[in-house]
């Protein structure tokens, strides 16, 4: 409202001003009672201010019982003058021009702040507030999201408003909020949800530093019904499988290798590496498949929960627009018939029949609203009790099949290993007992068997080498799990 006086004298708060709000808030004989005897300023608990062009907030010393005081809508660009309100629990200060929160020490009891719809960069100087309970500090110029960690030091806050500020249109703005200010019942006028907190709890474990981390996968755009749509390599990524089929993994393995290259033109080592590939390709492909299947039953979950969701949304507008539609029919036609009036008594009635109905439209609404409000919360708790069942069962299997307790992933590589290393020993045997075998080695393989230590050392680093990479996909499709 302040950009509305933009040609009007501003004011400040004086004695006549502060009089004369009491004298209207006052009942009508009372009002003539304080005009006559100049009432006790220490008396008056509640102050209206709005509207009033107030420029600067001054003389309100007199007022030490305050507990209510309203200043919005004026054109105030510094929050002072409030120290001898020790005892106020209600403030509000919306739609002026303040640039920076200050001034507020004192008010150690307030408990309602209103700061909407100022030019507030920053949020600061509010540490002495330790009983706020309800903070707006909606529209203003906020851009730094982070900057929201400063009011998790106000332990009794329990209903914040940021809506309109620059960083609310940040991807999970509200995730961010919420999870950083877990005592928060209500966000931006909405309902902050027990399935939200306990989702977010899951996330970030016991350690609150990794918060950013994990927020930084959670994608909720990609449980549109559009994942429906992937195929291919996208496909195999969506299912945590990508480079388990075929030969991926297994050729990852052996990908820039040198050693492994050279070690296979060693007797014996041909037939190895044609039986291991055949088990180790056996095995991922089993995983493989399985990946796919747990991936259309997880897709056919998700699009099951959008159908639902996109029902229950269907319904209520149709319901909405029903309720509003018999509100503006009835409305039209009081009108018309107050058009028509010639009765006074006629006149009079409409505007309060009127009034019932905008009273029973609003409850109406909020009642559909309610309603709505409680199915999308049990369709998600059901999402949620699906998607844990489906991922645990998942997991399990995948620490299951694998990396495998018996002939799998790993022990394939381990035993594939030790017949290795059994062949290198072998031929180093023979290159001690017999110089013509040396001869017939090629040159790079003769390097490696300069003494055991050398090729031992060899073996061990690409076996070590292809653990990790094994080591490495398994946490990956874990990481990726979770993340979903």
Not at 37 to 66: A, C, K, Y
Not at 133 to 157: A, H, P
Not at 334 to 342: C, P
Request: proline fraction near 2%; charged fraction near 25%; include cysteine.
């Amino acid at each position: 409202m302040s950009q509305f006086f933009n040609n009007v004298e501003p004011n400040v708060i004086d004695d006549e001003m502060v009089q004369k709000a009491i004298e209207e808030k006052c009942p009508e004989d009372l009002g003539d009672l304080a005009r006559r005897e100049n009432i006790n300023l220490g008396v008056v608990t509640e102050l209206q201010l709005s509207f009033r062009r107030i420029l600067q907030i001054d003389n309100l010393w007199p007022l030490e019982n305050l507990t209510k005081l309203q200043l919005d809508n004026n054109v105030i660009e510094k929050i002072e003058g409030l120290e001898s309100l020790v005892h106020l629990v209600w403030l509000d200060l919306s739609f002026n021009n303040i640039e920076v929160i200050e001034g507020l020490d004192a008010l150690v009891k307030l408990q309602d702040l209103s700061l909407y719809s100022n030019r507030i960069s920053k949020i600061e100087h509010m540490d002495t507030l330790e009983e706020l309970q309800v903070f707006s500090i909606g529209k203003n110029n906020l851009t730094i999201l982070e900057d929201v960690l400063y009011l998790r030091r106000l332990k009794s806050l329990r209903t914040l408003s940021l809506s309109g500020n620059p960083f609310c249109s940040e991807e999970h703005y509200r995730l961010f909020v919420v999870a950083h200010l877990p005592s928060l019942v209500y966000l931006d006028f909405k309902l902050v949800r027990d399935s939200t907190v306990r989702f977010l709890h899951s996330l970030t474990g016991k350690s609150g530093n990794s918060i950013l981390q994990s927020l930084c996968f959670v994608n909720i755009p990609a449980l549109g019904a559009g994942s429906l749509q992937k195929s291919g390599s996208q496909k195999h990524t969506t299912a945590f499988v990508e480079y388990l089929n075929g030969s991926l993994l297994f050729d990852c393995l052996y990908a820039e290798d040198r050693e492994a290259a050279i070690l296979a033109s060693l007797p014996g080592v041909e037939d190895l590496l044609q039986a291991y590939p055949s088990w180790f390709v056996s095995v991922t492909g089993n995983l493989y498949n399985y990946g796919l299947e747990e991936y259309e039953k997880r897709e056919a979950v998700v699009s099951k929960f959008y159908k639902r969701l996109h029902e229950i949304l269907a319904a209520n507008q149709q319901e909405s627009k029903r309720i509003i539609s018999g509100f503006e029919n009835r409305n039209q036609r009081r009108l018309d018939e107050l058009h028509q009036a010639r009765s006074g008594d006629t006149a009079q009635s409409k505007p309060a029949q009127g009034k019932e109905d905008i009273c029973q439209l609003w409850d109406a609404l909020m009642s559909l609203e309610a309603l709505v409000s409680n199915d999308l919360e049990e369709l998600l708790q059901d999402l949620k009790s699906s998607i844990d069942v489906i991922a645990s069962t998942f997991i399990e299997n995948i620490q299951g099949i694998y990396p495998f307790h018996s002939i799998q992933c790993r022990d394939l590589e381990n035993q594939h290993h030790e017949k290795m290393m059994g062949v290198a020993i072998t031929t180093l045997e023979k290159l001690d007992m017999d110089d013509e075998f040396e001869e017939n080695l090629p040159a790079d393989v003769r390097r490696l068997f300069v003494d055991k230590n050398t090729i031992v050392n060899a073996i061990n680093t690409s076996h070590s080498i292809r653990l990790r990479k094994i080591d490495k996909r398994e946490s990956d499709m874990l990481c990726n799990t979770y993340q979903w």
